[in-house]
């Protein structure tokens, strides 16, 4: 599948004014800058597995598409929610459990990036993903 794959954190556009948006305090704002997230996906038709990884956890996250589940963020902000696919596109819509609060997520392929833009009550913020290894290619392993 598309989004099959490891991916690590290339490039992104608002991030401080994204965390502060979503309530992080300044400390954990200028710690999540140097996070060093990778992420790991695996599709099997309509389910997913997604694994995080930084230098401030590891998680794995199942989630099969318009299902909700829920998801703790870096920082113990919890959500609920699903992803649905639209199109080639990875559509994610999450309600934090404190607040009521909406965040709207997507990710799309593009050339050979991972796309995704989140938006959120008070902003847009853009992460670009490179992708270091296709599941089933080992040549790739060395970069990570």
Do not use: C, P
């Amino acid at each position: 599948m598309a989004f099959d794959g490891t991916w690590k954190i290339d490039r992104n556009e608002n991030y401080e004014k994204f965390m502060e948006a979503m309530g992080i305090n300044v400390m954990k704002r200028k710690l999540g800058a140097h996070d060093n997230l990778k992420i790991t996906i695996q599709q099997d038709g309509n389910k997913f597995t997604v694994k995080e990884s930084s230098n401030f956890r590891t998680i794995d996250i199942e989630f099969t598409l318009g299902v909700n589940f829920e998801y703790s963020l870096a920082d113990g902000t919890e959500l609920t929610g699903s992803w649905n696919m639209e199109g080639n596109k990875l559509v994610g819509t999450f309600t934090r459990k404190d607040n009521g609060k909406v965040l709207t997520a997507y990710r799309e392929i593009v050339g050979e990036e991972l796309v995704q833009v989140i938006y959120v009550y008070k902003g847009v913020f853009l992460l670009v993903w490179l992708r270091l290894v296709i599941h089933g290619d080992n040549t790739a392993n060395q970069l990570l």
